[in-house]
């Protein structure tokens, strides 16, 4: 059984940095997608930002360019999202996401393994 366990959100203030970690259990992510997304109350759930695992090329939406960063640890089977400079705007639940299916990186439906998420809050 694939699982995905988030870990690392929490409380901090504007201009604050916390980092999230998606671990993998039950196969090897070396050869997929995943992604980090987010969803806040009342609104939809979008893409932060996501790898690919066997070529190491990362996405980012335009909202988190340049404070977030995505990465890998092939050894320990985990993805990072570091996660700078916060804004009020990026409090959400943040959920990882893997796929094996090919297209846009941030599209919701190709995910087929969702963690539980975890709670980002920033205040401003």
């Known amino acids: 059984q694939v699982q995905l366990v988030e870990s690392g959100g929490g409380s901090v203030q504007a201009g604050g940095s916390l980092r999230l970690s998606c671990a993998a259990s039950?196969?090897?992510?070396?050869?997929?997608?995943v992604a980090w997304f987010r969803q806040a109350p009342g609104k939809e759930r979008e893409g932060v930002a996501a790898?690919?695992?066997?070529?190491?090329?990362?996405y980012y939406a335009d909202s988190v360019k340049g404070r977030f960063t995505i990465s890998q640890d092939n050894a320990k089977n985990t993805v990072y999202l570091q996660m700078n400079s916060l804004k009020p705007e990026d409090t959400a639940m943040y959920y990882c996401?893997?796929?094996?299916?090919?297209?846009?990186?941030?599209?919701?439906?190709?995910?087929?393994?969702w963690g539980q998420g975890t709670q980002v809050t920033v205040s401003s």
């Open positions: 790898i690919y695992i066997g070529g190491g090329t990362t």
């Open positions: 039950g196969y090897t992510i070396s050869s997929i997608c």
């Open positions: 996401a893997a796929k094996t299916r090919v297209g846009s990186w941030s599209r919701i439906i190709d995910y087929a393994y």
